[in-house]
């Protein structure tokens, strides 16, 4: 809209000449339409913030063409001009919005006074918009902050939670070094045996943390490229044979041989696979009966609509509700100071950057059922 245009429209070829010469002395830019057709097509180019015209007029009148204009753009001022006995048509008028009337023969005055009315209501509606848009960006930014606070306490707890792992393997370093200290004390082997053994154990796990940590942020991008989905099962299976043996679980693949490449991070899924069968592994050897009849099948099955799933069933120690439901969500753990707790977080966060699914059927007692489902991806890349 532009502000200091005004659109001047009178069947008076006189009244268009005087007025528009003073209203041009007053800053204004003046353009002049005869009638109401010629100033509906001038009204729609030059778009003024301001209509001056007369209420009678042959062919479309005042009112007509103010009804046009307001359908037009309702924001435009118009001020009419009225004769004397034009009462009942400039009560009409006001049915649809105009600014003003002015009564002809049209003083100056009187006419400013009806101009100022509608520069005001103009830089009003102009100030409104401005303020409306400032509420919004500030809203925009409000939410914002909060987000940043929520995601901030997210921090906050997985910091608390890691600090209570590091403090647990730190005792269980401190446990170590009493024993040891104790072997030392008493001259004893055995002492000294066991205490470097549970030394040992425990620099193991404070090193896996520590990896743990590291893959969690390193692997923060995925690469997808055309692979087999059956082999990072196969992989998986054969690096965790030995770890099942030691355990006496066996461990078992049943891959379907009709399944099409398609595009994932055989890495990160690698990685995913193996956090899930190492601990479905555990979950045996934790069970009542040890590792006795114990068995781990690692699946993969077509799926509709997905390029894959995989399935890790195991029947070891399970789980019960409450414990399922927090697995995925943070460094969570039932292992003490064998587990850290982020395997399964960052399983789910690889499944996640695959637009996965990571699921799990569980019965405490009976086992686990682990899914994981990815999309059939074609176009490969980061
Ligand atoms: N197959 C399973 N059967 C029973 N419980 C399971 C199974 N898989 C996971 N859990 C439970 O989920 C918890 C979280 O698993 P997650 O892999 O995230 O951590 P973790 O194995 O304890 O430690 P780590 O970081 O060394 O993997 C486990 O401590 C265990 O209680
Ligand atoms: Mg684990």
Redesign the pocket.
């Known amino acids: 809209m532009t502000e200091n245009t005004i659109l001047l429209v009178d069947d008076e070829a006189g009244i268009r000449k005087v007025l528009g010469i003073s209203l041009a002395d007053s800053g204004y830019t003046v353009h002049t339409a005869e009638n109401g057709a010629q100033a509906l097509r001038m009204f729609k180019k030059i778009t003024p913030a301001i209509v001056l015209t007369d209420i009678k007029m042959p062919d479309m009148d005042g009112i007509e063409l103010l009804r046009r204009i307001k359908e037009e753009n309702p924001d435009t001022e118009v001020i009419m001009f009225t004769g004397h006995g034009d009462m009942d048509l400039a009560i009409k008028s006001l049915k649809y919005e105009a600014t003003d009337f002015v009564t002809k023969p049209i003083n100056d005055d009187v006419l400013e006074i009806a101009l100022k009315r509608a520069r005001e209501r103009i830089s009003m509606r102009q100030k409104l918009k401005e303020y409306t848009q400032n509420l919004e960006k500030l809203v925009e930014e409000k939410a914002a902050k909060l987000l940043e606070a929520e995601r901030m306490a997210a921090v906050g707890q997985t910091i608390t939670e890691l600090s209570h792992t590091i403090k647990n393997m730190a005792d269980g370093l401190k446990g170590s070094i009493f024993v040891l200290g104790k072997g030392i004390e008493l001259d004893n082997k055995k002492y000294l045996l066991e205490g470097w053994k549970m030394a040992e154990g425990n620099l193991e796990k404070i090193r896996?943390l520590s990896l743990?940590l590291l893959n969690y942020g390193k692997y923060a991008d995925v690469h997808f490229s055309v692979c087999d989905p059956n082999t990072p099962a196969k992989e998986v299976v054969k690096l965790m044979q030995s770890k099942a043996k030691d355990k006496g679980v066996a461990l078992k693949m049943e891959l379907h041989t009709d399944l099409q490449p398609f595009c994932f991070d055989q890495e990160a899924i690698h990685r995913c696979l193996l956090?899930?069968v190492?601990?479905?592994l555990?979950?045996c050897s934790e069970a009542k009966a040890g590792g006795k009849g114990k068995k781990v099948v690692v699946k993969t099955l077509p799926a509709k609509d997905w390029g894959v799933e995989y399935q890790v069933i195991?029947n070891?120690?399970?789980?019960d509700e409450d414990?399922t439901q927090k697995?995925f969500q943070s460094i969570?753990?039932?292992?003490g100071t064998h587990?850290?707790?982020?395997?399964?977080?960052m399983s789910k966060k690889i499944v996640d950057q695959h637009e996965g699914i990571i699921k799990v059927k569980?019965k405490k007692g009976k086992g686990?059922t682990?899914i994981v489902r990815l999309p059939m991806r074609i176009e490969a890349g980061a």
């Open positions: 896996n743990d956090n899930i190492s601990n479905a555990d979950a195991d070891g120690s399970g789980m414990v697995i969570f753990s039932t292992k587990g850290t707790g982020i395997g399964l977080m569980s686990s682990f």
